[in-house]
């Protein structure tokens, strides 16, 4: 059965997520809810967000991530037009963070 992304199955998975504490914890979830591959591609499109948000071009984002130029523009179109506020959100708490 898939998940629709409101389910209440993606509400669970929200719902455990808000209750790690450290980034150890974040880690050993993580690694035991997600593949290899799929924890890499989730982390690669994350560094990706983040260096758009700092204006960085596509070419420099390719050899420093090995994203392809779709997954850049998939994750500029997010920022740009489809965005939930979810990126910008946390990119202020870590900037508050530091």
């Known amino acids: 059965m898939a998940a629709k992304p ?8 929200y719902r455990a997520i808000l209750t790690l504490e450290t ?5 050993a979830f993580f690694k035991d809810l997600c593949t290899i591959p799929e924890l890499k ?4 499109r994350f560094a990706v967000a983040l260096m758009l948000d700092k204006n960085m071009v596509y ?3 390719v050899e420093a991530t090995g994203a392809s130029t779709a997954t850049i523009s998939r994750v500029k179109r997010s920022l740009d037009y489809e ?3 979810g990126y910008g959100l946390v990119f202020e708490r870590m900037k508050a963070d530091k």
């Open 41 to 44: 591609a989730l982390s690669q």
């Open 23 to 27: 980034e150890e914890e974040c880690e």
């Open 83 to 85: 965005n939930a506020g």
């Open 6 to 13: 409101n389910s209440e199955f993606t509400k669970d998975l």
């Open 59 to 61: 070419n420099k984002i």
